[in-house]
């Protein structure tokens, strides 16, 4: 049997529970999303092999695969000798889709952002914009974020691809079903029906518009590669202005009732009192988040706070100091890895996962802060060996939300191909 084509889907980490087939053409359209979930989770195989994988009839998965070819979404690729029979060696297929595109924007304390992911998993489009979102107000960064999409959509379709979906990132809490951002204490936001004015700004011909928490597709973009080498608990640590986590459980993305699960930057984890964005004093971001990175290394003026400069040219600017031995930035490093060693310790006591995956700013500083942290979370973790925990920095870095949402939006595919084979 595949090992991960039914469990490990972007849609069903979201959205527990398999779906259930009621008549014929969705159970169709179930087989067709179960192959090609399979050839995206296990690879290209032959016929033969897929219907050995699903279960399915070989005549039936002869039918599909030609539907997904003709569709555009799958191709031939080279010959394989199956696993199973001894015989002549078959034609494998692989999972093609470079015209089929989902988008993930992004909009956060200093940047609107955009990326587009092909159901190969290319990027095909990639932007951010630095932006003063707190300063600028809903509406202003609705227009900003409105006109990315557009332009990114529409560069896209004009090379022959097509949209599936656009799923909009935001820090803090947001409703799911209404689209609004019920409280983001860092960019201001309060009760912002963010789809709604996306939607209006967009018009008629605007793709599907979801929206998510930033932590919590941090940690689907991660959860994709770490599943493939069946790590199935997973913290992703955002480092941004505010600092939550998206947390992976045996497999499933944890939400909680109200979808606040997570929301761990607001705890008093370490000694501060610095006024936090929420109202309160000495929540755990205020001690590992941007901000108290930028204030440990350099004073207002310095080039490193500028909110219009590229916050990656900002970090690879502090980064260069750090190399370059400078005493003031590496305090800096120090100070934050001090402070950021507790509030994974008591994950890791409380979740038990397999990875630690530390994001954002965090991972522009691997070298300078996972010793420190690593050793510091062994000594405070109750369990020995920190219960088997590694604590590793993002493969994705600062396009690790706008990556998981982009694959978010293409998931409608995979569970339901058949919303872009009508024109395939
Ligand atoms: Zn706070």
């Excluded at 952002?113 to 990027?123: D, R, T």
Aim: proline share 5%; aromatic share 2%.
């Amino acid at each position: 049997m595949g090992s991960a084509h039914d469990g490990t889907g972007v849609r069903n980490l979201a959205m527990a529970g398999p779906a259930v087939a009621r008549d014929r053409s969705s159970s169709r359209r179930a087989n067709l999303g179960l192959v090609l979930r399979l050839l995206r989770d296990d690879g290209p195989r032959t016929r033969t092999r897929i219907a050995d994988d699903t279960g399915l009839p070989k005549a039936t998965v002869s039918n599909l695969t030609a539907e997904l070819l003709d569709g555009g979404l799958i191709r031939e690729g080279g010959t394989e000798r199956d696993r199973t029979t001894v015989g002549r060696p078959g034609q494998s297929v692989e999972i093609d889709g470079t015209g089929v595109h989902g988008i993930g924007a992004e909009i956060n304390v200093d940047y609107v952002g955009l990326l587009a992911v092909n159901l190969k998993g290319e990027v095909t489009a990639e932007k951010r914009v630095p932006f003063d979102v707190r300063a600028a107000g809903p509406d202003a960064v609705l227009d900003a974020t409105a006109r990315l999409i557009a332009r990114g959509a529409e560069r896209l379709r004009r090379a022959g691809g097509r949209v599936v979906g656009v799923t909009l990132a935001t820090p803090g809490t947001v409703d799911l079903a209404s689209g609004t951002v019920t409280y983001a204490s860092n960019i201001g936001w309060s009760g912002v029906r963010a789809l709604d004015g996306l939607r209006r700004r967009l018009g008629p011909t605007a793709p599907e518009l979801h929206l998510e928490n930033d932590a919590k597709l941090g940690a689907l973009a991660e959860y994709v590669p770490a599943s493939a080498d069946g790590v199935r608990d997973l913290v992703h640590v955002t480092g941004q202005t505010g600092v939550g986590v998206g947390i992976i459980a045996g497999g499933q993305l944890l939400r909680g009732t109200g979808g606040y699960a997570g929301e761990v930057g607001h705890l008093r984890l370490v000694p501060s009192e610095q006024p936090c964005a929420c109202g309160r004093r000495g929540c755990w971001e205020t001690a590992v988040g941007r901000d108290a990175l930028l204030r440990h290394a350099a004073d207002p003026g310095d080039m490193v706070w500028d909110p219009m400069i590229d916050v990656a040219r900002r970090l690879t600017e502090l980064r260069a100091r750090a190399q370059a031995g400078d005493p003031r930035t590496l305090d800096a490093l120090h100070r934050i890895a001090d402070a950021l060693a507790p509030g994974i310790a008591l994950l890791v006591d409380i979740l038990n996962p397999r990875l630690v995956v530390l994001g954002g700013h965090f991972a522009f500083f691997g070298e300078h802060l996972l010793p420190t942290v690593t050793e510091q979370v062994h000594d405070l973790v109750m369990a020995p060996d920190a219960g088997g925990c590694e604590i590793v920095l993002s493969r994705t870095g600062l396009t690790a939300t706008t990556r998981g949402a982009a694959l978010l939006a293409l998931d409608a595919v995979y569970r339901d191909p058949t919303r872009v084979m009508s024109t395939g």
